[in-house]
């Protein structure tokens, strides 16, 4: 079965995370995100998967290779300008025409049974299959309305208080017969929700839903980034550690995933789901909590304390520290008695000195230094980087 997987985008939404990478290759629980939806994909049988490229692509490419150590074989097509969402599959038309093929996006988290949509989509008499999913807050999605055969009544982009007719959102995922392609321009941007399934429906097409279970997120906001990271924490079911483990008075709760050459010194709690990256060091007295990722080379310096948070690599945080619910980006360092709350990102190569507190919302760009002992209430931005948080 054949996927297309959509990874354009410049993610300036999660920005200043992905200043130094695409959006598909932040990581979650140490390894970027793309390669777990290709793993899932995988193992459901989408094994000819095509992915089209735009920003930043070698790094995509370099964390996927040819698709062999996932059980796939993997197509790159590359857009030489922004296309838009449908755009860009038309743009990988000679990959897909053979059979009806889904669509995800790159950026997506996923633990629902694509291979029951795929399927549901066969024995649909319509052109597409969209798939929807229950939210709570769907004022920044698309929304839709279906009558009991699953048909598609009408849709709503981004609605406001008084147009939320559903609370069914748009997955941004589909599955799609070839026929699909004669609707779509060449060379043009054009996306799905905006100009394709409107023009659609105008023209008398059907368009059918499936509506999707379980754990789904198109990680648009560092909160979504998180949410996904503790369902794949969730996923450790057992501790697993890949070479040595240095661990003296210590206690660690499972389950653990945890690199080579990892040290625990005394007293120290590590109380999972908790993944540790390899060559990172845990001084005395410190509390890892759980739904905490650790990349590798990092310093958890004595009495630290970090609490359900994403810690990338090479990072320093520093003795009588708290991380509470927060992202710290690569080389990045805390300094002494700082307190970072929750819902915070920073970027790399950012530098706290020491009883700095960074209030909650707040995002930090890379290469910034925060003086001794203030108090961070707004972004911090560096004129040397975009600051635009708004767009893909």
Known sequence: MKVCIMCGGEGTRLRPLTFGRPKPCIPIVNKPSIQHLVSHLANLGFNDVVITLGYMSDAIEAALGDGSL???????????????????VKNAQKYLEEQPFLVVGGDHVVGLDLLEFYREHLNNDTITTIGLISIDDPTEYGIAEIDADYQIKRFKEKPSPGEIFSNLASTGMYVCDPEIFDHIPTGEKFDFARNLFPELMEKGYPLKAWLARGNWSDVGSPRSLREAERWKLQDIGFTNISGDLYIKGARVLGPVQVGSCVSVAANSRVIG?????????????????PYTSIGEGCIVKKNAKIFSSSIYNRVIVGSDSTVSGSIIDNDTLIGSGCNIEHDT?????AVLKSNVVVHSGTRLWPEVIIPEGTVVKEHVLNEDYDTRTEGS
């Open 70 to 88: 996932f059980g796939v074989n993997v197509t790159y097509v590359h857009e030489k300008t922004k296309l838009g969402t449908a755009g860009s």
């Open 345 to 349: 990102v920073i970027g790399p190569h």
């Open 273 to 289: 789901p908790v993944a540790i990256g390899a060559g990172t060091i845990i001084e005395e007295n410190v509390i890892i909590g």
